[in-house]
């Protein structure tokens, strides 16, 4: 398997600023997503230069009404002592980590075939399911960040480089995800189960749908650390590559 880092990982937005010390993600199409808008440090930060960075950011933000910092911390590193203690200082600070997994998906276990169970491409004439569902899930975070991602939902539907999923249950939308095309690498994004759908084996039909299209590419995807889902990963022949901490503060 080909080296795969957190930088395979697909990030909208662009680079405003990169220096020795960090990369400045920004994408104004979507102010409100916090995990496109942030600061990834090339190496530990002091905690001087975090805090230099922290006020860097927070400054940027707010000239855009944005109410969060979010940063990212070099791959496989742990948090210095010093910076946890800073951290703990302020307790609207939250300290998180993501799993990084890798796949062949000829090593993807096989899945039984469901006729309740229907995945398909979105195209033309699923595009309405498609953003029904995914504006149902995107509300829970806000009409606003909803409406915000019905644009780039479009967006995605219209880059060669994503394709997306939706999978149904007895004729009824009951899960999607997304996949990042890239030359050696393709990239679960976005997998989810409606809840009145979950244990169905859905998941799992998602998935084999994204190796069975991909079978030519890595499959990868990024997992939060504290969430069960990264488990059934690991069960599910996926090799576990990385870890990386990250912060994240909102701001009232």
């Known amino acids: 398997m080909e080296k795969i880092t957190f930088n395979n990982i697909h990030k909208p ?8 010390l960090f990369i400045h993600n920004h994408n104004p199409d979507m102010l409100l997503q916090y995990d496109s808008n942030f600061i990834a440090f090339k190496r530990m930060p002091s905690v001087q ?23 990212y911390f070099p791959d496989d590193e742990e948090l210095t002592g010093e910076l946890l203690a800073s951290f703990e200082k302020d307790d609207d600070f939250t300290v998180g980590y993501l799993e990084l997994f890798a796949i062949h998906p000829a090593d993807f276990p096989e899945v039984q075939e469901k006729e309740e169970i229907t995945v398909e491409n979105v195209t033309d004439e699923t595009w309405n399911d498609y953003l ?8 829970v975070y806000g009409i606003n960040y909803a409406e915000k ?17 939706i999978a149904y249950y007895k004729g009824k939308a009951a ?11 393709a990239e679960i994004d ?7 759908f979950q244990k169905k084996g859905i998941g799992r039909r998602l998935q084999k749908s994204v190796m069975d299209q991909f079978k030519d590419k890595t499959i990868i995807l990024v997992a939060d650390g504290e969430d069960t889902p990264k488990e059934i990963y690991r069960r599910q022949n996926y090799q576990y590559i990385g870890k990386q901490y990250n912060l994240l503060k909102i701001y009232e």
């Open 13 to 20: 937005g662009h680079t405003v600023l990169e220096n020795e």
């Open 49 to 71: 230069e975090f805090e230099e960075a922290h006020q860097y950011l927070r400054t940027f933000h707010q000239k855009y009404g944005q109410k969060h910092v979010r940063f």
């Open 132 to 139: 029904e569902f995914q504006h149902e899930q995107d509300s």
């Open 149 to 165: 991602k019905k644009d780039q939902h479009l967006r995605n539907f219209n880059d060669e480089r994503i394709k997306q999923f």
């Open 175 to 185: 899960g999607s995800v997304d996949v990042i095309i890239k030359e050696y690498t």
């Open 190 to 196: 976005g997998l989810m189960v409606h809840e009145d």
